[in-house]
């Protein structure tokens, strides 16, 4: 069964740093393309980042850009999101999910940790 | 960018059909995918490129994409679908996008 495990998230201060983690399992992590989306409270899904299989490609989107830095270690089955010089804006819900195929459907989901950023 | 556009509400009555737009510009020229997330749950897959069931889905749930419009459709709706229903595709200059979310309710 795949398992897409979150943690990471808090509490934390306007222009501070946190790192999320994506432990991942029941499937060939280093095969597949993973992403991060996020979901401020009471909105809508915005997707924020993706890795391919080997870290060689990176994207991201524009808000979070020069910010906020994704990587991934296939020998713990892990993603990370790296969230520095964070505004209140980052407020979110933050899941990772795994690409089916690449830039194709997200067919797992984790459950999600939450960031807030407020003084 | 590219942008993708859903009502904000839906509303159906128990045990009719209920259709949910996305409208994009030439979205039928891509890959459009559907999920479903219910209060405190992460999304889950319903429908992938256009009209493609994951297992698990019941066979009531169907899509069709064409010209600018997507739709996702819950035909003999049941309280169980209430839900937001977002729409997603992936473009070679915007990336991943996101429809904005559709709250279903079923009456």
């Known amino acids: 069964e795949v398992q897409l495990v979150e943690s990471g998230g808090g509490l934390v201060q306007p222009g501070g740093s946190l790192r999320l983690s994506c432990a991942a399992s029941?499937?060939?992590?280093?095969?597949?393309?993973m992403h991060w989306v996020r979901q401020a409270p009471g909105k809508g899904l915005v997707w924020v980042a993706r890795?391919?299989?080997?870290?060689?490609?990176?994207s991201y989107a524009d808000s979070v850009k020069g910010r906020f830095t994704v990587s991934r270690d296939n020998a713990k089955n892990t993603m990370y999101l790296q969230m520095n010089s964070l505004r209140a804006d980052d407020t979110a819900v933050y899941y990772c999910?795994?690409?089916?195929?690449?830039?194709?459907?997200?067919?797992?989901w984790g459950q999600g940790t939450l960031v807030a950023v407020s003084s | 960018s590219y942008e993708l556009t859903q009502p904000l509400s839906v509303s159906v009555a128990l045990g009719q059909t209920a259709k949910i737009t996305c409208v994009g510009n030439?979205?039928?020229?891509?890959?459009v995918h559907w999920y479903q997330q219910k209060p405190g749950q992460a999304p889950i897959v319903v429908m992938y490129?256009?009209?493609n069931r994951p297992s698990g889905i019941p066979e009531r749930f169907s899509g069709s994409n064409s010209g600018n419009t997507a739709t996702l459709t819950i035909s003999r709706a049941q309280a169980g679908d209430e839900a937001d229903y977002y729409c997603?595709?992936?473009?070679?200059?915007?990336?991943?996008?996101f429809g904005g979310g559709t709250k279903l309710t079923v009456l």
């Open positions: 999910a795994r690409d089916n195929y690449s830039n194709d459907y997200f067919d797992s």
């Open positions: 029941g499937f060939t992590f280093r095969s597949d393309w």
């Open positions: 890795i391919n299989s080997d870290g060689s490609s990176i």
């Open positions: 030439n979205i039928g020229r891509y890959n």
């Open positions: 490129r256009d009209n």
């Open positions: 997603h595709l992936w473009d070679s200059r915007a990336d991943v996008v």
